[in-house]
């Protein structure tokens, strides 16, 4: 790999992290709910699951997922139906005015929750497995030891997708200032609970 073609795929990496999606609207709603410092817990179980799916995918299970259509189909409706679930649970979320000026937005949740949810919500798209398994090859020189080569193409990912996932949830964060108001709030949950049940509808719908 030369290193021109290292930096075509930072550029392109840093399009494809910066496009809004589950994982990112999670960091930034759990960011602006209950902290900056909360919203690292999310972002180290997107992460986790990301690097497992792309890892999986240099495996062969991007080409096992394309063979086999129907698995493919049932890891789709089955993570349509975790992110719809996760839109429902956050459109009826109890709100209620911050006491102090320091409160926080909604009540604190333990990291070992937050990081499942990250776990979870990277997991239920399985494009991820099959986005990997084309993206990552063009990149690589058939010449030279894959290995190392798809090492430094996942430590590459892994460090622009985090940059990312730290940009909207400062961007998060500076909307918890507003969110102390149980009016904001309850617009803010309705909002992200959409958009999340939008996501899964297209998940469930789109196969291609």
Avoid at 54 to 74: E, K, T, Y
Wanted: net charge positive; charged share 10%.
């Amino acid at each position: 790999m030369t290193l021109h073609t290292w930096w075509l795929f930072v550029a392109m990496t840093f399009v494809v992290s910066a496009t809004p999606g589950p994982n990112m609207l999670l960091v930034m709603s759990h960011s602006a709910r209950f902290g900056l410092r909360a919203a690292v817990a999310t972002m180290c179980g997107c992460m986790t699951s990301l690097l497992a799916m792309m890892s999986i995918s240099a495996a062969g299970m991007g080409v096992l997922l394309h063979a086999f259509p129907a698995v493919f189909d049932a890891m789709r409706l089955a993570g349509a139906a975790y992110l719809a679930y996760l839109g429902v649970q956050g459109w009826r979320a109890p709100v209620a005015d911050a006491a102090e000026p320091g409160a926080t937005a909604a009540p604190a949740q333990p990291p070992a929750h937050l990081y499942r949810q990250g776990v979870l919500v990277a997991a239920s798209n399985p494009k991820a497995i099959l986005f990997a398994a084309a993206f990552f090859p063009q990149f690589l020189n058939p010449a030279l030891p894959q290995l190392g080569q798809f090492a430094i193409l996942l430590s590459t990912f892994a460090v622009v997708e985090v940059a990312w996932y730290l940009v909207y949830a400062v961007s998060g964060h500076k909307l918890s200032h507003y969110l102390r108001q149980a009016r904001v709030m309850r617009v803010f949950n309705r909002v992200t609970g959409g958009i999340f049940v939008g996501f899964a509808a297209v998940m469930a719908t789109v196969r291609e």
